[in-house]
């Protein structure tokens, strides 16, 4: 739409992150993937590609190659699969000094994952439990030292739910991040994907305990409608929760979204509340949106609900969160950054989910043309 800017992103001043610690800082945990090769099936294949796949892990990437000096902090056993989870992060400039390193023989998390084609769906088997990153304790990290340059600190909804999958006593992840915040900048904002998933927890052990975490510590809360249905009942607008859990929804107004993210902030009292939203047509076509708004009443949505040639979805919406973070830090916490946010996170998870795995290996110049085409039209091959 013409009377959306186009934001230059490759001629962004980032000179204010320079000579200076990470900007954004994240933890959380990391899980090597098995995906088929040859196109069998998981319980057929003998041979399988080897990914890495993480929420925050994935983000902080995304973020890094944008230009954002970014840390991942996670505990990972000292043999070759971390050894790689490390020198992967490094390759993308990613801080990994603050790595925990736990005894070579615990457990790192996988992901045994088959790419579906309509109408057979995705499935994935999560093998998490007792993970080397499940527990990261409070004492393990020097948090004064990772967060002293931090602008925003991030975790993930996931993060949490690893101590109920385990059945542990203790959810050493929360301890951690608790400590976290007692020794962040007073100026560092902490932000949330609430990301739920039933297969780690129940919607009352995650409603119980991430409800406290996000109003007491979070100020920008990025989420879906779907899990605001179904752990707290919120609807979307003219649509009830069940409508919305059961997919039983049409077309969303601006006044839908724009009452959805009103509920949420004012049940959380966070500072932004950020939405994904995804319509999956089939398993290859998908459409995407998002949409902001902040305590001030900013509110900004997608232009435009835009098409996906689907390739694979996985780190999809970590690279949306990348490319939000990376409007709010280059323009501030305000409407111009939730607006630049909303339309870089866009355009990135747009390009990430033409590509296979997790990471978003994707860059400004391509995110960029992508926005410019949006903007003024075109869409003519470019030379890289």
Same mark, same amino acid.
């Given at each position: ?23 954004? !800082?994240?933890?959380?945990? *990391?899980? *090597? ?17 080897? %990914? ?11 973020? %890094? ?10 505990? &990972? ?63 393990? &990290? ?13 975790? %993930? ?5 690893? +101590? ?17 915040? +007692? ?45 605001? +249905? ?10 009830? +929760?069940?409508? &919305? ?27 932004? *509340? ?27 949505? %997608?232009?435009? !609900? ?79």
């Amino acid at each position: 739409m013409n009377d959306v800017k186009h934001y230059k992103i490759t001629q962004d001043d980032l000179s204010q992150f320079a000579n200076r610690g990470p900007a954004f !800082v994240t933890f959380g945990e *990391v899980m *090597v993937r098995d995906t088929p090769a040859d196109l069998e099936r998981p319980e057929r294949t003998r041979l399988v590609n080897l %990914s890495m796949a993480g929420s925050e892990y994935t983000l902080a990437i995304g973020l %890094s190659r944008l230009g954002i000096p970014s840390a991942y902090i996670t505990r &990972v056993p000292n043999n070759p699969y971390g050894q790689a989870l490390r020198n992967i992060a490094r390759e993308q400039g990613v801080n990994v000094e603050h790595i925990v390193w736990a005894p070579k023989t615990e457990p790192i998390g996988r992901f045994i994952y088959e790419i579906g084609r309509t109408p057979r769906k995705n499935t994935g088997v999560y093998q998490r439990m007792f993970s080397a990153a499940s527990r990261l304790d409070t004492g393990m &990290v020097d948090w004064k030292a990772a967060l002293k340059d931090a602008r925003i600190f991030h975790s %993930s909804g996931i993060t949490f739910g690893l +101590a109920t999958h385990s059945n542990y006593q203790r959810n050493f992840c929360h301890h951690a991040f608790e400590e976290a915040i +007692a020794n962040k900048p007073a100026d560092c904002w902490v932000g949330m994907d609430f990301n739920y998933r039933g297969t780690l927890w129940s919607p009352d052990q995650a409603r119980d305990l991430l409800t406290p975490v996000v109003t007491d510590h979070v100020d920008i809360l990025i989420t879906t409608i779907e899990d605001m +249905a179904k752990l707290y009942g919120i609807g979307c607008g003219q649509y009830s +929760a069940k409508q &919305v859990v059961d997919s039983d929804m049409g077309h969303i107004e601006d006044s839908d979204i724009r009452k959805f993210t009103h509920q949420v902030r004012e049940l959380f009292k966070v500072k932004i *509340v950020a939405i994904t939203i995804r319509y999956p047509d089939t398993f290859e076509q998908h459409r995407w949106e998002s949409a902001a708004m902040d305590a001030e009443g900013n509110f900004f949505r %997608s232009p435009a !609900v835009r098409p996906i040639t689907l390739w694979d979805r996985l780190g999809g919406g970590d690279t949306w969160n990348a490319g939000f973070y990376y409007g709010l830090l280059t323009q501030n916490f305000g409407s111009e950054g939730i607006i630049k946010g909303t339309l870089v996170g866009d355009a990135a998870t747009r390009l990430k989910q033409t590509l296979m795995f997790d990471l978003p290996i994707i860059d400004k110049a391509e995110i960029e043309a992508l926005m410019k085409a949006e903007v003024f039209g075109g869409g003519k091959r470019t030379s890289r």
